[in-house]
């Protein structure tokens, strides 16, 4: 669970917090990172804005389920509600940034573990950060093939907290003010948002209204010039990244939510939850 995960961490859970904050004035590094984020976002809102009368592919979207598309379709979200939802991702990025050690044979200060791949990508956005100029395609790619990586990333043999994004979430579970971890019905709002988020990032790899060539990326049109390839990459791609039991951050994050939406209807609403890894 979280507590022996971070337990053997030499920095306190205040600490460790800090790592998951917000970007602050004294990290300008990461600013050319955050409006890169913020360009990614927009470009992902207009992909589902574009296919909002696909409501068919948008309830299959919706649905944790492999076999049952869900009542409602996917749909975009109250303003203020996305900008809360952006800043929840977005603090995941820096979480990543700021824990990428120069090598990649050093530790870690945070305990997180990256692949190589993930680490190199780390760099790339770092490298292109450094150099970034106004609404610079360079680094949106760069920074858009990190997120795919990372949220794409093949869990079948890792421990759950092996995952960078799942290592993000345990440390938002942390309290700074109380230096305890948040109750359940708290976290549960963390999980909700970052799900939405990645199911937002994998409509973009399926059905993006643009495309994104240097990713090798199709846009919609271009998917949709070989009868039912949308479909077919529709379901491949959920099937793959989004659904319970399939060997991906979002099927974590499912259980994750799952397990804390439980004990919010059987638990008082300030009670702390032990989240095991097996959750």
Request: proline share 4%.
């Amino acid at each position: 669970g979280w507590e022996a995960e971070l337990s053997n961490i030499e920095y306190n859970l205040v600490t460790i917090a800090g790592f998951a904050a917000t970007a602050t004035a004294t990290e300008p590094d990461l600013e050319p990172v955050l409006l890169s984020w913020e360009r990614i976002f927009q470009r992902c809102l207009q992909t589902l804005t574009a296919t909002s009368d696909y409501k068919d592919i948008l309830k299959w979207w919706a649905s944790p389920k492999i076999e049952a598309a869900h009542q409602q379709p996917f749909e975009r979200l109250e303003k203020q509600t996305l900008v809360r939802y952006s800043q929840t991702f977005a603090r995941m990025l820096c979480y990543v940034i700021r824990t990428a050690p120069d090598l990649f044979e050093d530790d870690t200060a945070t305990g997180i573990t990256f692949t190589q791949d993930q680490w190199k990508s780390i760099k790339e956005v770092q490298s292109a950060a450094a150099v970034a100029v106004a609404d610079d395609d360079q680094l949106d790619t760069k920074l858009m093939k990190l997120i795919i990586i990372l949220i794409t990333q093949e869990t079948s043999q890792l421990y759950m907290y092996e995952s960078p994004v799942m290592h993000y979430l345990a440390v938002r579970g942390i309290n700074p003010q109380t230096s305890r971890f948040y109750p359940s019905f708290r976290y549960t709002t963390i999980l909700a948002q970052i799900i939405w988020v990645i199911r937002l990032l994998i409509l973009e790899l399926a059905v993006s209204e643009h495309g994104w060539p240097e990713l090798d990326i199709p846009s919609r049109v271009e998917t949709g010039t070989v009868a039912g390839a949308v479909a077919v990459r529709i379901h491949q791609l959920r099937r793959e990244y989004l659904c319970e039991g399939s060997f991906s951050p979002a099927s974590s994050i499912l259980s994750q939510l799952a397990f804390g939406q439980k004990q919010n209807r059987i638990q008082p609403s300030g009670l702390n939850i032990y989240w095991a890894d097996d959750q």
